[in-house]
């Protein structure tokens, strides 16, 4: 009889920790899917002028005099994912307003990718 309670208990603590192990995966893919999605935006609206570096070295940086965003100084504003966000929707000097171009989602996942690459919310 006590063989076959350690034995259920023992069943019961590998199914459990399967299952663990399971939504642990799964939720490293989602985070894995969400950063490739947002540097796949990224590239596509921002590196052109950010580079895909934030240190603006490209032709169009140049041109419109962007700014290195791996200095600290060269940010306006606070560097949270909240006012990155602002500055994606409503652009900033020579910086385009994005709201209208991006959904929700990827403006939050844009900022979030950005002040990765900054080496910020790691």
């Known amino acids: 009889m006590l063989n076959r309670i350690r034995c259920k208990s023992l069943m019961f603590t590998l199914t459990t ?4 192990l399971v939504l ?14 947002a540097e796949k935006v990224y590239k596509a609206r921002c590196a052109s002028c950010h580079g895909d570096d ?7 940086g140049k041109m419109t005099k962007t700014a290195d ?4 100084s060269n940010w306006k504003g606070e560097r ?3 006012a990155v966000e602002k500055v994606i929707r409503e652009g900033i000097g020579k910086m385009p307003a994005f709201e209208s171009k991006l959904s929700d989602e990827e403006i939050q996942a844009v900022a979030a990718y950005t002040l990765k690459l900054a080496g910020i919310n790691k």
């Open 54 to 60: 934030l240190k603006a070295d490209t032709k169009a």
């Open 24 to 37: 642990v995966g799964s939720t490293t893919v989602s985070v894995r899917s969400q950063d490739a999605a």
């Open 80 to 82: 949270t994912p909240e």
């Open 69 to 72: 965003l791996t200095v600290e």
């Open 17 to 20: 920790l399967a299952f663990l």
